[in-house]
């Protein structure tokens, strides 16, 4: 149940322009696809790899299309991509059980953990959610 959680608020909720064509594409109709897809670290690598996936109804995987966009190189890196993903995954999903509260306190720490250029980017990504 928590995979579809997770599938929800990363896949369907931000891309609701994108997520019915999706669900009914071949490649969307697999929960290990969507959950590759929602193991993407930021928006805009997961709508890339889905505009890619649509954009050809035969498109033949979620894992040529990261590869097509650099987010997964080959064979001989997918390991530490994999543990990647699956460290973040584990964030995320840990993430969406906070309370509004828990999560105000965490990112408090959170930003007290950055570097300051962590810090510059996630003002510039702040920035620019603003102007949206």
Same mark, same amino acid.
């Given at each position: 149940?928590?995979?579809?959680? !997770?599938?929800? +608020? &990363?896949?369907?909720? *931000?891309?609701?322009?994108?997520a019915?064509?999706?669900?009914?594409? +071949?490649?969307?109709e697999?929960?290990?696809?969507?959950? %590759?897809?929602?193991?993407? #670290?930021?928006?805009?690598?997961?709508?890339? #790899?889905?505009?890619?996936?649509?954009?050809? *109804? /035969?498109? $033949?995987? !979620? /894992? $040529?299309?990261? !590869?097509?966009l650099?987010?997964?190189?080959?064979?001989?890196?997918r390991?530490?991509? #994999?543990?990647?993903?699956?460290?973040?995954?584990?964030?995320?999903?840990n993430?969406? +059980?906070? /309370?509004?509260? &828990? %999560?105000? =306190?965490?990112? #408090?720490? =959170? !930003? %007290?953990?950055?570097? *300051?250029?962590? %810090?510059?980017?996630? &003002? &510039? @990504? @702040? /920035?620019?959610?603003?102007?949206?």
């Amino acid at each position: 149940m928590r995979h579809y959680r !997770v599938i929800y +608020r &990363r896949i369907a909720e *931000p891309f609701l322009d994108l997520a019915e064509a999706l669900n009914t594409h +071949r490649l969307g109709e697999q929960l290990t696809n969507m959950a %590759k897809i929602a193991s993407i #670290v930021g928006e805009d690598g997961r709508r890339q #790899v889905i505009e890619i996936i649509l954009a050809d *109804p /035969d498109f $033949a995987s !979620v /894992d $040529a299309a990261m !590869v097509q966009l650099g987010i997964s190189t080959s064979k001989a890196t997918r390991t530490e991509a #994999v543990e990647a993903n699956a460290f973040y995954q584990r964030f995320f999903m840990n993430w969406d +059980r906070l /309370d509004l509260r &828990r %999560k105000r =306190l965490a990112t #408090v720490e =959170l !930003v %007290k953990s950055m570097t *300051p250029g962590m %810090k510059a980017e996630l &003002r &510039r @990504l @702040l /920035d620019e959610e603003a102007q949206r």
